[in-house]
């Protein structure tokens, strides 16, 4: 068992824990052990294994013999007997947005519902919104939830397809008399969300790799059909695996990580050439040609190589045959991790804490973005608490080299519903940059919400616009707002525009960053990280990014030290 598992284990025994009216501090103490493994980062399962002792603050002595047990045995006896008394499709009900299980319990005890057709069947008779703590909005809500969960249902965000993706690759590489194993599809191509894990595997016996995965116990529900074997992970994804012999790798590969438009058009090349790209092979003369990698395929049809975030059949081929695709953004290339919370605010981890990791991962910046007043539940920073936190900054910085690191001053500041931002001028002046975003009112008509966002930007201390529609990956859609005009406002004033590399969010998407690279504004990649270990979320916006075509040239965050801090202060001057 590994450590995301053993996190998701504690969490929903937590929330069981909620659903059955337990002892709210140990429901808690559950709740805070699963945040605080996900901020330690630590291989809980290796730890053990070897003859360590868990010492994470924040988890106590019995939790820690809990997951113990966890690794020992592959289970949890405690969420065992908790879901033996709970029924299986309230599970369901609990992962319905805005419903926490105080709230799934009244549906449960007073309503008897047990499963998401019982809520939408209670919901649309109006039943629900006679409850008592619910009403007809909440109603309304929660069919708008049921129906965006049965739209969504197998459905991943990145950050969980990447992580099953790495977990099962190792084992179909073991697997005998397999070669080659690459993950393909559009998990290869990237982006937001996806309905499958593809891979394509070397093999010249599909009968014995699916003796193996059977005998790994891998996938579940096993079945083969035209070559590829479908199955499902944890219960819930599906998988394809495209087996494929050894002349037929490197073209299958291509053609599985292809849209199908992209796939039509860069036969074309190959086919004036005299080639003919089939789905598994390239032939020449009816022979096929042999390949030992995708670069070369790109060679006979006469273009530059094509990344795989790119391959979606919009132009690339055409730029490609000009020799005019960019050498795209790396992660690498990020200088200055920005758009960061502390303890001052809802992170998880000191300024302190997050300075030090920041500078041993190598960046030269680090910059505070705690939250604003008006942000209440996240205990917003004031005036004084902002001028408080800038002191200790000030502290900090004392520890380090300043041409070599250094912690800068920011806030994450609320759009007020006028367009005006949370803290006076006279404290945003002492910042050294500035991230503004919406937290409410998401409900305002678009030519309102973008008037509000474009008045934000006004604001000559506004530097970069945080997550700018406000959209959760699988959960909630973006709030109405013209994006081009905004970003074209931003060009305007030059200002910039974050692409929230938080997996939840990805906000920007890859075609709304295309457009800001047209129009000259510069996109920071910034991971909103909450805990040291969610610095590691910039892998995901660096996908994102190369997917809409960003050099390091076009990123905010790739600049160093003392250029980022000039560019900034060039925005306050316009």
């Known amino acids: 068992m590994n450590t995301r598992e053993i996190e998701r284990i504690l969490s929903r025994i937590e929330a069981l824990l909620d659903l059955h009216g337990e002892n709210s501090f140990k429901s808690r103490a559950y709740g805070r052990a699963a945040r605080a493994i996900r901020s330690a980062g630590v291989d809980l399962a290796d730890l053990l294994l070897k003859g360590g002792d868990i010492a994470i ?3 106590g002595s019995g939790i820690a013999a809990e997951i113990r047990e966890m690794v020992e045995t592959g289970a949890s006896s405690q969420l065992e007997e908790l879901m033996e008394r709970t029924p299986n499709g309230l599970l369901d009900v609990m992962s319905i947005r805005g419903l926490g299980s105080k709230k799934v319990r009244s549906l449960w005890q007073e309503l008897g519902i047990e499963s998401i057709d019982d809520l939408e069947e209670k919901a649309k008779g109006g039943e629900v919104a006679a409850l008592k703590g619910f009403g007809a909005k909440t109603e309304a809500n929660i069919l708008q939830g049921v129906a965006e969960l049965k739209a969504n249902v197998g459905k991943m965000r990145l950050h969980t397809a990447t992580t099953l993706a790495a977990e099962l690759l190792p084992v179909l590489r073991e697997l005998p008399g397999v070669g080659r194993v690459e993950i393909a599809g559009r998990l ?3 982006g937001e969300e996806f309905s499958s894990l593809p891979f394509v595997l070397e093999s010249e016996d599909i009968e014995e790799v699916k003796r193996g995965l059977s005998d790994a116990e891998a996938l579940s529900d096993i079945a083969e059909k035209d070559r590829t074997i479908y199955g499902t992970i944890d219960g819930t994804y599906k998988v394809l695996i495209h087996v494929a012999s050894p002349d037929e790798f490197v073209v299958t590969l291509h053609q599985k990580s292809a849209a199908s438009d992209y796939r039509f058009m860069v036969s074309i090349p190959l086919h004036d050439r005299g080639y003919e790209l089939t789905e598994r092979t ?8 042999a390949l ?3 670069e070369e395929i790109y060679q006979l049809a006469g273009m530059q190589y094509i990344p795989p975030e790119l391959r979606e059949g919009i132009d690339e081929v055409r730029v490609a045959l000009d020799g005019g695709l960019p050498e795209l953004v790396t992660g690498s290339d990020l200088r200055g991790i920005l758009h960061v919370h502390s303890t001052w605010s809802d992170g998880r981890n000191s300024i302190e804490e997050l300075a030090e990791q920041a500078e041993e991962l190598g960046y030269q910046y ?3 973005c705690d939250h604003s007043k008006a942000a209440f539940y996240a205990n917003g920073l004031n005036e004084a608490r902002l001028e408080a936190q800038g002191k200790e900054i000030d502290e900090i910085n004392k ?5 070599q690191f250094r912690v800068l001053k920011g806030i994450e500041c609320d759009i007020l519903a006028d367009g005006s931002l949370d803290l006076a001028d006279d404290a945003l002046a002492t910042l050294d940059s500035v991230v503004v975003s919406i937290h409410s009112s998401f409900n305002l008509p678009e030519e309102v919400q973008t008037e509000r966002v474009c008045r934000a930007l006004d604001n000559r201390y506004a530097t970069i616009l945080a997550h700018p529609t406000g959209r959760l990956v699988l959960t909630r859609k973006g709030y109405p707002i013209n994006l081009k005009q905004v970003i074209a406002h931003a060009a305007e004033r030059g200002k910039f525009v974050e692409l929230n590399a938080n997996p ?3 906000d920007l998407n890859w075609r709304m960053i295309r457009y800001a690279k047209r129009k000259g504004v510069k996109v920071a990649i910034d ?3 909450h805990a040291v270990a969610e610095f590691d979320y910039h892998r995901y916006g660096v996908t994102i990014a190369r997917k809409g075509w960003l050099t390091k040239d076009n990123v905010l965050n790739a600049l160093p030290l003392e250029k980022f801090l000039a560019v900034v202060a060039e925005t306050r001057s316009r």
């Open 504 to 506: 939840y969010r990805l």
């Open 57 to 59: 603050d924040g988890v």
């Open 399 to 403: 520890k380090y080299d300043p041409s």
């Open 282 to 289: 390239l032939l020449k003369g009816g022979e096929s040609v």
């Open 292 to 294: 030992t990698s995708e």
């Open 366 to 368: 680090l910059l505070m």
């Open 527 to 529: 991971p909103d990280a």
């Open 188 to 190: 290869r191509r990237g």
